[in-house]
């Protein structure tokens, strides 16, 4: 492991100029991999900024009844706290469903947004990675592939985003408050991570500089019936194969609101707009919710050994819409 500069951030305005003054910097936090991918040589940062004694702990409920969560409150905050469990219980379901309560306990709701992938040919650096080394090709696409993404990949990337907490924040159609150089300003959750494209190391929509502050989940009342549902190789301390978050109101057996994402299947949390599309109005039964699935994985591409993710994700999606309209 190469050295690197240490310092302790004493407000926002010190971070950020730390942040810019080196640009190889990184933000150490609660729970953040970092350190994993220093000691692997995968990061190899200048300097690290240690955010953890910043002011951004606390969980406010805002008058239109909807939430801010500081950028370093810890994830066992966010899944415990009342406001969360009564009016967001896909999130808190999300959180738990994501780590051991050791890890819950330190990680942190930034440091779940900027998780970085858990793709084996990443950490590995006998192979190649577009991702760890732009331009040096992708093994994954020819090697073993059977985590890897179905949606949204490229011919650089398949990786996938292993967060639990960011599906359950896509449903809720969540923003992301930073702060860097030119000020403040606010990222739609949809658009803060990006698909891979020809340039998969670059995977938020952060500016160099930037630091989160925090997340704002809007009110959304019929988000009180949803869930989170994660299938995974073994019952706990597992990555997604597949998961689904979903929100769903039914008014006289028809679909009057849903949102609907995907996790596990591409490089971001993967919001379903276009099955979100085909339930507006339907039939709340299990026919509409397959021609709905049908719909959203019709652009999916499987690989070799994770072919069987596209039928996998389909009857998640079909078994939680399900559950959700008959709760």
Same mark, same amino acid.
């Given at each position: 492991?190469?050295?690197?500069?240490?310092?302790?951030?004493?407000?926002?305005?010190?971070?950020?100029k730390?942040?810019?003054k080196?640009?190889?910097a990184?933000?150490?936090?609660?729970?953040?991999?970092?350190?994993?991918?220093?000691?692997?040589?995968?990061?190899?940062?200048?300097?690290?900024?240690?955010?953890?004694?910043?002011?951004?702990?606390?969980?406010?409920?805002?008058?239109?009844?909807?939430l801010?969560?500081?950028?370093t409150?810890?994830?066992?905050a966010?899944?415990?706290?009342?406001?969360?469990r009564?009016?967001?219980?896909?999130? /808190?379901? =999300?959180? &738990?469903?994501? $780590?051991? #309560?050791?890890?819950?306990?330190?990680?942190? *709701?930034?440091?779940?947004l900027?998780?970085?992938?858990?793709?084996?040919?990443?950490?590995?650096?006998?192979a190649r990675?577009?991702?760890?080394?732009?331009?040096?090709g992708?093994?994954?696409?020819?090697?073993?592939?059977r985590?890897?993404?179905?949606?949204?990949?490229?011919?650089s990337?398949?990786?996938?985003?292993?967060?639990d907490?960011?599906?359950?924040?896509?449903?809720?159609d969540?923003?992301?408050?930073?702060?860097?150089?030119?000020?403040?300003?606010?990222?739609?959750?949809?658009?803060?991570?990006?698909?891979?494209?020809?340039?998969?190391?670059?995977?938020?929509?952060l500016q160099?500089?930037?630091?989160?502050?925090?997340?704002?989940?809007?009110?959304?009342?019929?988000a009180?019936r949803?869930?989170?549902?994660?299938?995974?190789?073994?019952?706990?301390y /597992?990555? =997604?194969? &597949?998961?689904v $978050?979903? #929100?769903?109101?039914?008014?006289?057996?028809? *679909?009057?609101?849903?949102?609907?994402?995907?996790?596990?299947?591409a490089h971001?949390?993967?919001?379903?707009?276009?099955?979100?599309?085909?339930?507006?109005?339907?039939?709340?039964?299990?026919?509409?919710?397959?021609?709905?699935?049908e719909?959203?994985l019709?652009?999916?591409?499987?690989?070799?050994?994770n072919?069987?993710?596209?039928?996998l994700?389909k009857?998640?999606?079909v078994?939680?819409l399900?559950?959700?309209?008959?709760?």
């Amino acid at each position: 492991m190469k050295s690197f500069a240490y310092a302790r951030a004493a407000d926002l305005e010190a971070a950020v100029k730390l942040l810019s003054k080196t640009p190889n910097a990184k933000l150490l936090g609660g729970g953040t991999n970092l350190v994993d991918l220093m000691r692997e040589n995968i990061e190899q940062p200048d300097a690290l900024v240690d955010v953890t004694g910043l002011p951004l702990e606390r969980i406010e409920e805002r008058p239109d009844g909807g939430l801010v969560i500081g950028a370093t409150v810890r994830n066992t905050a966010v899944a415990g706290h009342p406001v969360v469990r009564d009016r967001y219980p896909l999130l /808190a379901q =999300a959180i &738990v469903f994501g $780590a051991s #309560a050791q890890i819950r306990n330190m990680a942190t *709701v930034a440091g779940n947004l900027m998780q970085r992938t858990r793709c084996l040919y990443f950490y590995d650096h006998a192979a190649r990675c577009n991702k760890r080394a732009p331009g040096a090709g992708c093994d994954a696409i020819g090697g073993f592939n059977r985590m890897h993404a179905i949606l949204g990949a490229s011919d650089s990337c398949i990786a996938t985003h292993p967060s639990d907490m960011c599906v359950a924040l896509a449903v809720l159609d969540a923003k992301v408050n930073v702060i860097g150089p030119s000020g403040a300003r606010t990222i739609a959750f949809e658009e803060f991570h990006r698909l891979p494209e020809d340039t998969p190391d670059i995977e938020t929509d952060l500016q160099p500089g930037e630091l989160i502050t925090g997340i704002e989940i809007p009110p959304l009342g019929f988000a009180r019936r949803s869930l989170y549902k994660k299938v995974r190789d073994r019952a706990s301390y /597992a990555f =997604a194969l &597949v998961s689904v $978050a979903a #929100a769903l109101e039914v008014d006289s057996g028809k *679909v009057r609101n849903v949102r609907l994402a995907l996790g596990g299947v591409a490089h971001k949390p993967w919001r379903a707009t276009e099955a979100e599309r085909v339930l507006a109005g339907a039939n709340a039964g299990a026919e509409s919710f397959r021609q709905a699935a049908e719909a959203e994985l019709a652009p999916a591409r499987g690989l070799a050994h994770n072919e069987f993710k596209i039928e996998l994700a389909k009857r998640t999606i079909v078994g939680v819409l399900v559950e959700l309209a008959g709760g």
